[in-house]
């Protein structure tokens, strides 16, 4: 089975703890964080999808000419490209990159931040559009002959692209949302469900229900977790760490930590992160909440808090229950990836090669 690490780049230098400066796009820096990916031993990087962001299209073909085997997720939300279109340029990118493109589905959890780009669709809505979506991707990249559609979001006539995928069938699909119109999707189209980092019951409960939703479709679905790994020396310098990382958003937000009944979001993912951070400031011995709590978890805001050794026997733990992609970024966000690539990376890679041969040990006994 094996295990895919992804990482997440950004066309300036910003995170929690970092304000942004400089250009909106620093080119270099682009360059450089998507070569340190690479260079610490990443399968991917995702290239996130922001309403007043760059375009990542645009991102994703810089990172992929800066790099020669780093794979590339590039986030997209359905509702703001045709799909026939987004199908022509999204197979055109996997010609370019050598065929190392993946895609992140999203539909897009925040009214008002989808009203930023003119999307006024309900919640529920917008999953149904993204089944609708998705399913045209899949026809125009493997139709051999011009394709007709009359749905309930889009219509169009003797579609047809002459660049299809290099990779075939079709570009991986990765998909993100925690609500039930989203599982029930998910289990329709991805090849790969994401998680932010929840507590080990509730990813065990929401690998159930997706592996459910698949099952009703005749498939199968891998798992992708997300986390923020804060790392160190010791587990007493590793919580040092977290306590600078947390008094520097605090500061850097001029007001203590959000209520944990205020300003929910609407996204049930965020929701989620904000239930656990209610239930304590570390959980499963160290999964870190103060973040999500103090930023209304407002994307992939939990950490995993300890020496290498120990964040990475916290993830095989996931990994246990059935996720075998990670996605890690740190809060000192091109320094963190190259530390993940020299300490953290590799010891949960042997010791996920040790379980398999261990388990084809067994397994080849036993026959």
Known sequence: MGVEFIGMI?????????PPHGPAIDRDYVRRFAQAHEDAGFDRILIGYFSN???GFLVAAAAAWATERLGLMLAHRPGFVAPTLAARKLATLDHFSSGRLAIHVISGGDDNDQHKD??????????????EYVEILKRIWTSDRPIDHEGKYYRFNAAFSDVKPLQKPQLPIYFGGSSDAAIEIAGKHADVYALWGEPLDEAALTIRKVRASAARH???????????PVLAATEQEAWVRADHIIQTIQTM??????????NTPQNVGSQRLLAAAA???VLDKRLWTEVAAATGARGNTTSLVGTPEQVAEALLEYYQLGVTTFLIRGFDPLEDAIDYGRELIPLVRQEIAKREANAAIKWSAAG
């Open 218 to 228: 005749g498939r199968e679905v891998r798992f992708s977790l997300s986390m923020r």
């Open 10 to 18: 950004g066309a300036q230098a910003a995170s929690e703890i970092h």
């Open 253 to 262: 937000r001029g007001k203590a930590p959000l209520s944990l009944t205020k």
């Open 53 to 55: 962001g760059p375009d």
């Open 118 to 131: 003119g999307d006024y669709l309900a919640h529920d809505e917008r999953y149904a559009r993204t089944d």
């Open 279 to 281: 239930r304590g400031k």
